[in-house]
């Protein structure tokens, strides 16, 4: 089966079932290509049969080569470095679980109480359900003040939503601020969490473009998480659209506005296409997206394949949230007006606060 | 992860097999992240990471039927999200020196036929992320069309078409020969 006529003439280059025959004009591709690589000039290798991606034949595979201990040694550090991340995630996960269990304990234990209580004044006396609602006592009681570590039914039925809010952030993982796959409903396809990890101790690198550099920050905790489009769920030939969220805790608030400065003060030299074959960086109108009392800045480019590209900068306090999205959307404009609903979230989640960035009119 | 990995360490001579598969992998892994990133230092960090990420995932990795076609899969999907990203973090503990070399690397054959390949080179970096990842997985990996959609998660028919915008593009910067009479590698 011929593929469709492609851009050089020809009527798709190869026949699917036949991929690993590269023709004449194919094998010399391939022998400049290895030569530029820099791997071996073995023309047994260069062509054999296509096979898939690494599963070359083990004959034409280049023979093992000592490798540095230098070079393991820093694979083996990086590998530590990946694995204590993971350790912390799985701890905070665990942490999470005994928070809910205490959680849910505090709320479900009340209302037992309560329903115990109201049965039983009822039977025996005939007495007001409101007594037993608002006076729990006895065993239950007592177990309500065991989990809740004293902070007892009350707290939760007293204040309400607000009180149990914050006894909720409080007992959470530094995860659960970030954005999870339902947060973001910019994209006409659903994302999926592609990887959570703690960055903290690391620099965020500032940039206004792909090959700029506008420095760093030292956050005293940095956050990342990766959304991305499960390629299952997307047209033919479509790009996948995601997000990486980061959210930096900065060492004071003036870091935020500073960083912001410089990231949009580089932007002059981002005129021009990008190394990856981005389009050229402008500044779009961050008011969509500007927190009250803080800072946005957004940065709209393209990607290699033509995509919306965005970066957006958030400062609020001594919060920096910074979103990188490629779109599906079809211009830049869109693909932020698609996006100011996530980038309140995110800064609430990151912020802890519900007056971020105001709401649009209806 | 089990709750014994949980707590041990990752380290190369627990797991079996792992030393193998750098001493026979890294060259051409670093090979082929040349052409699917823009810089030599952003290559050894990504053959670094996906390394590192294997490590510590070994149980799996080693499970697989071909471990090496496993983390040349990794790899690409390592350096699709490297693209993504506007900068990485990089651990500079290994000069390019010390990693291990392929034969023909190594070799010393002439400044014109390094200054060629080092065209090709810079050529091929200047390609859309894409059209090179196409290029480096269709010539150098020779992994069919439909496995490189899959990879990329492109319809073949755009691999195709990005093979060939990659090598139009190539071929006007001068560093390939037409189809007709291509120009082999000197």
Avoid at chain 1, 90 to 118: I, K, N, T
Avoid at chain 2, 113 to 142: F, K, M
Wanted: glycine content about 10%.
């Amino acid at each position: 089966m011929n593929g469709p006529t492609d851009l050089s003439g020809g009527t798709g280059g190869r026949r699917d079932d036949d991929s690993g025959h590269l023709g004449a004009d194919g094998r010399d591709v391939t022998r400049a290509l290895r030569a530029a690589l820099g791997a071996p000039q073995d023309d047994d290798e260069a062509e054999a049969p296509g096979g898939s991606a690494g599963a070359r034949p083990a004959a034409g595979r280049p023979a093992a080569r000592p490798v540095p201990a230098s070079f393991l040694a820093a694979v083996e550090r990086r590998a530590a470095r990946l694995h204590r991340r993971r350790q912390a995630g799985a701890l905070a996960g665990a942490a999470a679980a005994v928070a809910v269990v205490v959680a849910l304990g505090g709320l479900v234990l009340p209302q037992l109480g309560s329903m115990a209580e109201s049965s039983s004044a009822g039977s025996a006396a005939g007495g007001s359900a409101e007594s037993a609602a608002t006076a729990p006592s006895g065993p239950a009681a007592d177990l309500q003040d065991e989990g809740t570590g004293g902070a007892g039914p009350q707290t939760f039925a007293d204040s309400g939503g607000e009180s149990r809010q914050g006894t909720t952030a409080a007992a959470a993982p530094p995860s659960a601020a970030l954005l999870t796959a339902a947060d973001v409903t910019a994209f006409s396809v659903p994302v999926q969490d592609a990887g959570t990890s703690d960055e903290t101790g690391q620099q965020l690198p500032l940039t206004a473009c792909v090959e700029g550099d506008a420095g760093v920050v030292q956050p005293l905790a940095l956050r990342r998480t990766d959304l991305t489009a499960d390629p299952a769920s997307l047209p033919a030939a479509a790009e996948p659209p995601g997000l990486v969220e980061r959210v930096a805790t900065l060492g004071s608030a003036a870091e935020g506005p500073e960083a912001l400065a410089r990231v949009e003060a580089q932007l002059p030299a981002c005129t021009g296409p990008g190394l990856e074959g981005t389009g050229p960086t402008t500044q779009l109108d961050a008011t969509p997206v500007t927190p009250v009392g803080g800072e946005a800045l957004v940065l709209a480019s393209t990607s290699g394949q033509g995509s919306p590209t965005l970066q957006v900068l958030l400062v609020h306090g001594s919060t920096l949230v910074q979103l990188q999205v490629t779109s599906d959307a079809p211009d830049a404009q869109t693909a932020l007006d698609q996006l100011v609903d996530t980038a309140r979230t995110a800064l609430e989640r990151a912020t802890g606060s519900t007056s971020t960035i105001p709401a649009r009119a209806p | 992860m089990s709750t014994t990995s949980l707590f041990r360490r990752p380290r190369a001579a627990d797991a079996a097999g792992f030393e193998e598969l750098v001493a026979a992998r890294s060259g051409p892994m670093l090979s082929m992240a040349r052409g699917l990133v823009r810089s030599e230092s952003d290559a050894e960090d990504l053959v670094q990471e996906v390394l590192a990420k294997a490590l510590v995932s070994w149980d799996r990795v080693s499970a697989a039927g071909d471990p090496a076609a496993y983390v040349n899969r990794m790899l690409v999907n390592q350096a699709m999200s490297f693209w993504r990203r506007a900068s990485t973090r990089r651990e500079r503990a290994v000069e390019p020196a010390e990693l291990p070399e392929d034969g023909a690397a190594a070799l010393d054959d002439g400044a014109t036929q390094r200054g060629d390949r080092d065209a090709l080179l810079t050529a091929l970096r200047r390609l859309p992320a894409r059209h090179r990842a196409v290029l480096v997985l269709r010539y150098y990996e020779q992994v069919p069309d439909a496995e490189i959609a899959d990879l990329l998660g492109m319809a073949p028919a755009t691999v195709r078409s990005s093979a060939a915008r990659g090598l139009a593009a190539l071929r006007r910067d001068g560093v390939l020969g037409d189809e007709d009479s291509p120009r082999p590698a000197r």
